[in-house]
């Protein structure tokens, strides 16, 4: 070498270190110290290296051809400092002290040798690991994705990537799967997909990938594209059915109604014709949605009721794992928007309350999500600040640990739709608003569109902005034709009516009669309760409410019966102090 040995002990240099040629990275320093072994120790690093950074003993004797190598090897590479001892029992374990040793170790062979070691390894784990398989899954699918064996490849990946959906860890998920969509992809599955084997793969992706990113990441459009296509050709009526289900969800949440409500027709032909009641309840549940987005709040109350007139408990965890949420928990929690929407507001909550509870109890996150969302939301609508705030504070909680993106940002536009109501907060509130609001729609959630600009609008009349107001509106209305979503219709009308009186053009009344008969029309009675609440504002701002009891005496005197909820309490109050 370089140094040698003093007779006093101490090392000094052979020659001038100048002449001295030096590795450049530290990878050159680990390859040299490989190098200086001799080739048997080498290939027992390198062998090592193939099974992971962590090894044991029994698995390199297994492995190596000559078992009798394998100590002496790794005692001198614990000599040369690249492997260290970790356990004894219940048998001698190892570590690559740096994982950069692995690396280079692994890197040092040729790719058809690691093709047959990773072969090898994995059959090792299956021989080893017989009887705790699932325990070694994702081992099993690396293993065998870097080996030669294709079927079992796919196999371990579709199995691994299942195991780590069940666990919400939905990163791990989606790179397994598409691990093994992309063997499948290279193979007879793609030409003749008849056990529906690359479909269902595509569907579990979907659910993995929409609650990373919501539902504009490109894969996402993809994989849908390309179950769409594969459900086209045939297969079995489950994968079919778990396609169209999947559709569905991304077309709602796009806000394309019009494709939305033709796959839940689908949902409910298909479900109609194999009788099986687990199908039947999905597809109510996806047809009472579309309904509520459509504005039919009765029709979609009666979907639901069905839906869940057909939930079995002991079948819903598995169908949630399915479907990736609950059909039952989406069909409680939507129950609780329509009822809502007709007034119903004891019903409506005990529905969403239930729709948690059942989430909580199966303990899914994706469907616990979903629950706490419309639950917030519920509380939201009726102007209980606290509550809403508490589920929104559950939900950001709950999206925080699982890495739910869309869930997250949902939770922070709820949180700021809170604090809006506050005067002291309002400003900081709207650019929180915006800025979830604004994640939310770049996930893909076109639901919140209208929305997001009615808010916008009613904030720029306050900072005396009517231009923008207007620039906000017409966004609103062309987001709503474009889409379908009819549910906003009546607001949208509202303000407009609001916007023309702030600016003193005509039409005022007349806009908000028009919202109030499509509210009343629909048997919306919170709805109509909302455009009276901006109606009473919209006066009192024009210098106009003594017209207030004139005005909303009819509608106040409609809702006679109804429960004294705050939102009702805000209208009297603004009717009373005229």
Do not use: I, Y
């Given at each position: 070498g370089v140094l040698q040995r003093r007779a006093d002990g101490t090392l000094a240099a052979r020659g001038p270190l100048q002449s001295v040629s030096l590795p450049s990275t530290i990878e050159a320093v680990i390859q040299a110290r490989l190098d200086a072994l001799p080739p048997e120790v080498q290939a027992v690093a390198r062998q090592a290296a193939v099974i992971g950074r962590?090894?044991?003993?029994?698995?390199?004797?297994a492995l190596v051809p000559d078992a009798a190598q394998v100590a002496p090897a790794l005692s001198a590479l614990v000599t040369a400092a690249l492997v260290q001892p970790t356990r004894v029992v219940p048998e001698p374990g190892y570590r690559f002290r740096h994982a950069l040793s692995q690396v280079v170790a692994y890197d040092s062979l040729l790719q058809r040798q690691r093709r047959d070691l990773h072969d090898r390894v994995g059959r090792l784990l299956e021989a080893r690991q017989a009887g705790r398989l699932d325990e070694q899954l994702e081992l099993l699918a690396y293993h065998f994705v870097n080996g030669h064996d294709r079927e079992k490849a796919i196999v371990y990946s579709l199995r691994a990537?299942?195991?780590?959906?069940r666990q919400a860890t939905h990163a791990v998920a989606a790179r397994h799967l598409q691990a093994a969509i992309d063997l499948m992809e290279q193979g007879a599955d793609a030409i003749d997909d008849?056990?529906?084997?690359l479909l269902d793969a595509h569907v579990a992706l979907g659910h993995s990938l929409t609650l990373l990113h919501g539902y504009a990441e490109p894969l996402l459009v993809h994989t849908c594209e390309r179950a769409r296509a594969l459900s086209q050709q045939g297969g079995p009526m489950a994968s079919r059915f778990a396609a169209s289900w999947m559709l569905w969800r991304y077309y709602y949440n796009r806000a394309l109604m019009a494709e939305a409500e033709a796959m839940a027709d689908q949902l409910l032909a298909m479900a109609r014709h194999s009788g099986e009641r687990h199908r039947l309840l999905a597809a109510h549940t996806a047809l009472g949605i579309v309904l509520h987005f459509r504005g039919r709040h009765a029709p979609a109350r009666d979907a639901l009721l069905a839906a869940l007139q057909l939930q079995e408990p002991e079948a819903e965890a598995a169908l949630a794992q399915a479907y990736g949420a609950s059909p039952s928990v989406m069909a409680g929690s939507f129950l609780g928007q329509a009822l809502n929407a007709l007034g119903e507001a004891e019903a409506a909550e005990q529905a969403c309350l239930s729709a948690q509870r059942q989430a909580t109890e199966m303990a899914h996150p994706g469907s616990m999500a979903f629950a706490t969302f419309y639950l917030s939301t519920f509380y939201l609508l009726h102007g209980d600040g606290p509550r809403a705030q508490l589920q929104a504070q559950v939900l950001e909680e709950l999206a925080r640990r699982h890495e739910f993106g869309h869930w997250l940002s949902l939770s922070q536009v709820n949180g700021a739709m809170v604090m809006l109501a506050d005067p002291?907060?309002?400003?900081a509130a709207l650019a929180r608003f915006r800025s979830a609001a604004e994640a939310v729609m770049a996930a893909g959630v076109n639901l919140l569109r209208i929305p997001y600009h009615l808010v916008l609008l009613r904030a720029s009349l306050q900072a005396g902005?009517?231009?923008?107001a207007q620039a906000h509106w017409q966004a609103a209305h062309d987001a709503l034709h474009h889409g379908g979503v009819h549910?906003?219709?009546?607001?949208?009308?509202s303000a407009r009516a609001t916007l023309l009186l702030a600016t003193g053009a005509e039409g005022a009344m007349e806009g908000f009669a028009q919202a109030l008969a499509l509210a009343r029309g629909r048997q919306a009675q919170l709805l109509q309760l909302n455009i009276a609440l901006e109606m009473a504002q919209a006066l009192r701002q024009a210098g106009r409410l003594h017209d207030a009891p004139r005005l909303l005496g009819p509608v106040l005197n409609s809702l006679r019966q109804a429960p004294p909820t705050p939102l009702l309490q805000r209208?009297?109050?603004l009717v009373a102090a005229s």
């Open positions: 962590d090894f044991t003993l029994g698995e390199l004797q990537g299942a195991k780590a959906a008849t056990t529906g084997r002291a907060q309002a400003a902005r009517p231009d923008v549910l906003f219709e009546p607001q949208l009308e209208v009297r109050q």
